[in-house]
């Protein structure tokens, strides 16, 4: 006896699995129909000002309601799932986020779709359900009598039965795609906002290399101030008083000119450390390796370092290598400041195309980028070159940042 499944089992299969689909989208549906209301209570309260803080959190929302059905529509149409771009909503200033929520195409699409989300969700998933009864009713005789006949013409003639998806049974998987099909074409980004998406990333990294090139501007000039200028006025007023005394009291003067030595030898190291800031003479001299081993040895903390495919090779451009550096030297700087830990790694691998750098401590984590720790410099630094950081410090521990600099090689 054949134990194949008949017609009439692989229509309510099939009927099943798009109903599926279209059940869960009923109380997402209901969701969607109160987050409609919210949506509007949230534009409300941003006209009179005092809403404008929850603006952002609304659409961060949004978005993941919205990513969560996108990415179940992919999954009943088999298709492959590309994550949205959107305008950054974290960081910056309030009118920027503001902006961003306003200006998003993203937005205004998943802002579109709720309504019809509560409305179509809900006609959807009740003419589904009206559908079965009918369904059953119906295609249980014609597919069962097409069974018979299709076995008997199997029988006689040998040929293959044809592929029986019923009259009725068969709108379940219709609906169930055209409810997939609305929500992705609703949901999906135009190629338009991927470009909106890389101007925003880009003006915000303009803008923030600009400071950080400001302040380091200033940070230079403060140093230059402070020390090797002062120690040089210091040392021009030495060699002054020997002038003086010279020929009255030679003992004195030989005395004005050894301090003024010495304030040469000062005012020389000071110098040597703001070039260093500048870019560091070892990075020239031994490259990034050496340069990141000179940094480990010289930690407080015990630093393991790991290198692979960044010894052998040609050198990596120098925005790069100094890059590379500064983040290093600034993360084991915050480690034996801040972290409290017993031990800390860095990481440099050669990918191709990029030059990806991790470094982590087990220490007691907590690291805000708002507490002036350096890790927004970090952020910065790495962003001027369309680098990528990702910063991971929960409270408790460990801390972990993981950056990634195209240096196309």
């Known amino acids: 006896?054949?134990?194949?499944?008949?017609?009439?089992?692989?229509?309510?299969?099939?009927?099943?699995?798009?109903?599926?689909?279209?059940?869960?989208?009923?109380?997402?549906?209901?969701?969607?129909?109160?987050?409609?209301?919210?949506?509007l209570a949230?534009?409300?309260?941003?006209?009179?000002?005092?809403?404008?803080?929850?603006?952002?959190?609304?659409?961060?929302?949004?978005?993941?309601?919205?990513?969560?059905?996108?990415?179940?529509?992919?999954?009943?149409?088999?298709?492959?799932?590309?994550?949205?771009?959107?305008?950054?909503?974290?960081?910056?200033?309030?009118?920027?986020?503001?902006?961003?929520?306003?200006?998003?195409?993203?937005?205004?699409?998943?802002a579109v779709w709720l309504p019809f989300q509560a409305l179509a969700g809900n006609v959807i998933g009740y003419?589904?359900?009206?559908?079965?009864?009918?369904?059953?009713?119906?295609?249980?005789?014609?597919?069962?009598?097409?069974?018979?006949?299709?076995?008997?013409?199997?029988?006689?003639?040998?040929?293959?039965?044809?592929?029986?998806?019923g009259l009725v049974l068969r709108w379940h998987s219709v609906l169930a795609e055209l409810s997939a099909s609305w929500t992705r074409s609703?949901?999906?980004a135009p190629?338009?906002?991927?470009?909106?998406?890389?101007?925003?990333?880009?003006?915000?990294?303009r803008a923030g290399a600009v400071e950080a090139h400001g302040a380091e501007l200033r940070r230079i000039e403060r140093d230059l101030h402070d020390g090797a200028q002062a120690r040089i006025v210091a040392l021009s007023m030495r060699i002054g008083l020997a002038k003086q005394v010279l020929d009255r009291d030679p003992a004195a003067a030989r005395q004005r000119l050894d301090e003024a030595q010495d304030g040469v030898d000062a005012a020389l190291a000071e110098l040597r450390h703001v070039v260093r800031g500048i870019h560091p003479p070892i990075l020239t001299d031994r490259g990034l390796t050496g340069a990141v081993r000179a940094l480990a040895a010289d930690s407080a903390v015990p630093v393991t370092v790991e290198l692979d495919g960044v010894e052998d090779g040609l050198r990596l451009p120098a925005a790069i290598e100094a890059a590379a550096y500064f983040v290093i030297a600034e993360a084991l700087t915050n480690i034996n400041k801040h972290s409290g830990?017993?031990?800390?790694?860095?990481?440099?691998?050669?990918?191709?195309?990029?030059?990806l750098v991790a470094i982590g401590d087990d220490g007691h984590g907590g690291a805000d980028e708002r507490g002036g720790s350096g890790l927004v410099g970090i952020r910065r630094r790495i962003a001027a070159l369309d680098g990528t950081t990702r910063i991971s410090s929960p409270s408790g521990g460990p801390t972990d940042i993981e950056v990634e600099l195209p240096c196309g090689l």
């Open 127 to 165: 003419l589904v359900m009206l559908l079965w009864p009918f369904g059953l009713l119906v295609d249980g005789i014609v597919l069962s009598a097409a069974h018979l006949l299709d076995r008997r013409s199997s029988d006689e003639y040998g040929t293959p039965p044809p592929e029986r998806r």
């Open 1 to 39: 006896m054949s134990t194949a499944p008949t017609p009439l089992t692989v229509a309510v299969r099939r009927s099943w699995h798009a109903s599926r689909y279209v059940f869960i989208g009923i109380p997402i549906a209901l969701f969607a129909y109160v987050a409609t209301f919210l949506v």
């Open 341 to 355: 830990a017993t031990a800390a790694d860095v990481r440099i691998d050669r990918a191709p195309g990029a030059l």
């Open 186 to 188: 609703l949901l999906d």
């Open 191 to 205: 190629p338009s906002s991927q470009l909106i998406v890389r101007v925003a990333e880009l003006t915000h990294s």
């Open 42 to 110: 949230a534009l409300l309260f941003a006209v009179v000002v005092v809403g404008l803080p929850a603006l952002p959190e609304a659409a961060k929302a949004l978005h993941r309601f919205a990513e969560s059905e996108r990415r179940r529509a992919a999954a009943y149409l088999g298709v492959p799932f590309r994550p949205t771009p959107y305008l950054p909503l974290d960081g910056g200033e309030l009118a920027e986020r503001v902006r961003h929520v306003l200006t998003d195409p993203a937005v205004r699409r998943e």
